[in-house]
């Protein structure tokens, strides 16, 4: 007869272990600094005090088709860098596109100084995540619907919460650009790209009428000017495009289409038709509304830069229309 130590080790196998449940994490990710509120609110005034002079800079220096030139193209390729780039490519992939391609968006986004693409991208998916309720980072419905409580919205929605101290936790809304090391990059190259952006039009305005009357103008108009107006036709459409317009599509929140805002937007205030579908490539959806960032997306899609181009369709509308 033989007995079995009690020390002998056991035929059975271990028990499975119940790994812990990983909790996501939360949406926001600490306290901005208070170095960085002032970074903010200089980016904000700076530009905006240049607009208050603009008038009077008019009549007394006048504004040359030099200068005029050099707005349209840094507010063309700025604008449609945050369009197409930082919101319609890198926030809601509609669509793919070359390594080349993808590393211009994000310089010329960040050329708007809206922000670093990373942290932008992550506040505006928190956006659409929360979009006008608790935890959106700019709604103008967060203190109630009286009048009071709306102008205080607006002005929330508009530039307020720019200035808010609680950060978007970005490890959650945009681990996919934290893993791309070429936007890393380009995110780390933000205050370089802010001063190439006011510093360019400068260089330009100089070379192009060889004086330095022609660098100021064009550091004052194409710089300041130029990124002081990008800046509030992007914050209208956090504003004003969740207030006023028409909301022909169902969607979660009180996204509205404003017609006004449609070129200078380069497209975005379509912004019902946005949210009802936030991954199409085109927002001006219906028949005559002008959608100048989705027609630079088909450019991009023939020219072979682009390719899985989320365009609406027809049973898509349909079933996306208000009854």
């Not at 002005?155 to 936790?169: E, I, K, P, Q, Y």
Request: net charge positive; with cysteine.
């Amino acid at each position: 007869m033989t007995t079995t130590s009690e020390n002998a080790p056991s035929t059975q196998p271990p028990a499975p272990t119940r790994e812990p449940r990983r909790s996501r994490p939360p949406i926001v990710a600490g306290r901005r600094p208070r170095k960085e509120i002032v970074l903010v609110g200089t980016f904000v005034v700076v530009p905006l005090l240049a607009v208050a002079a603009a008038v009077p800079a008019a009549w007394g220096w006048g504004i040359g088709w030099t200068d005029i030139g050099l707005v349209a193209f840094f507010y063309a390729l700025s604008g449609l860098g945050v369009t197409v780039g930082f919101h319609r490519y890198f926030t809601h992939g509609s669509f793919r596109t070359v390594r080349p391609l993808r590393i211009g968006l994000a310089v010329a986004g960040s050329m708007a100084m809206q922000g670093p693409v990373i942290s932008w991208v992550a506040d505006h998916r928190r956006h659409h995540a929360y979009a006008d309720r608790e935890g959106d980072p700019h709604s103008p419905w967060r203190f109630g619907t009286t009048a009071t409580a709306l102008v205080k919205g607006f002005w929330h929605a508009h530039v307020g919460w720019l200035f808010d101290r609680d950060m978007t936790n970005i490890e959650r809304f945009a681990p996919d650009l934290l893993a791309d090391r070429d936007i890393v990059r380009v995110n780390r190259l933000f205050p370089l790209l802010s001063a190439a952006t006011l510093l360019l039009p400068a260089l330009l305005g100089g070379l192009l009428t060889w004086s330095w009357t022609g660098a100021l103008t064009g550091f004052f108009w194409a710089g300041l000017v130029r990124i002081a107006l990008l800046h509030h036709v992007t914050w209208s459409v956090n504003s004003i495009c969740h207030m006023l317009g028409e909301r022909p599509f169902r969607s979660r929140d009180r996204s509205a289409n404003f017609w006004p805002l449609a070129i200078a937007s380069f497209g975005e205030s379509w912004h019902n038709s946005h949210h009802a579908d936030p991954t199409c490539a085109r927002h001006g959806v219906e028949r005559g509304q002008l959608d100048i960032s989705a027609a630079v997306i088909r450019l991009f899609e023939r020219l072979g830069w682009a390719w899985k181009v989320r365009w609406p369709t027809p049973q898509r509308l349909e079933k996306l229309r208000q009854p």
